[in-house]
C-alpha cells in the first residue's frame, strides 16, 4: 500500500508560482509510474505530466509552465508551476501506478486570482 500526501496548494496571482510536494510512504520511483492529474471545479480529472521510464511528459497545457522533478532520498515528487494562469486552478493531484493499480492522494488545492 503506498501513501501519498501532497502540500503546497494556495492561492496565488495570475503570472505567480507555486511549487507542491508529494510525499510518498515508500520508494516509488524505482518501478512506478508517477505523476501529478488536476480537476477542476465541475470539470474531470486531467493529466498533468508523469515520470516513465526517466523520461517526464507533460499536457500540452503546461508544457513549458510547468516542472516535474524527484527526490529519490526523500521519496517526494515535486511539481514547479509558473505562469499561472486562472485556467490553472484546481485540484492537484499526486499518483502513482504499477501494474494497473493507481495509488491517489487525497490531492491540494491551487487558486489562480486575477
Known amino acids: 500500500q503506498v501513501q501519498l500526501v501532497e502540500s503546497g496548494g494556495g492561492l496565488v496571482q495570475v503570472g505567480g508560482s507555486l511549487r507542491l510536494s508529494c510525499a510518498a510512504s515508500t520508494n516509488i520511483f524505482d518501478s512506478y509510474v508517477v505523476g501529478w492529474y488536476r480537476q477542476a471545479p465541475g470539470k474531470q480529472r486531467d493529466l498533468v505530466g508523469y515520470?516513465?521510464?526517466?523520461?517526464?511528459n507533460y499536457a500540452d497545457s503546461v508544457k513549458g509552465r510547468f516542472t516535474i522533478s524527484r527526490d529519490n532520498a526523500k521519496n517526494t515528487l515535486y511539481l514547479y508551476m509558473n505562469s499561472l494562469q486562472p485556467e490553472d486552478t484546481a485540484v492537484y493531484y499526486c499518483?502513482?501506478?504499477?501494474?494497473?493499480?493507481?495509488?491517489w492522494g487525497k490531492g491540494t488545492l491551487v487558486t489562480v486570482s486575477s
Open positions: 499518483t502513482a501506478q504499477k501494474m494497473g493499480i493507481n495509488y
Open positions: 515520470i516513465s521510464n526517466g523520461r517526464t
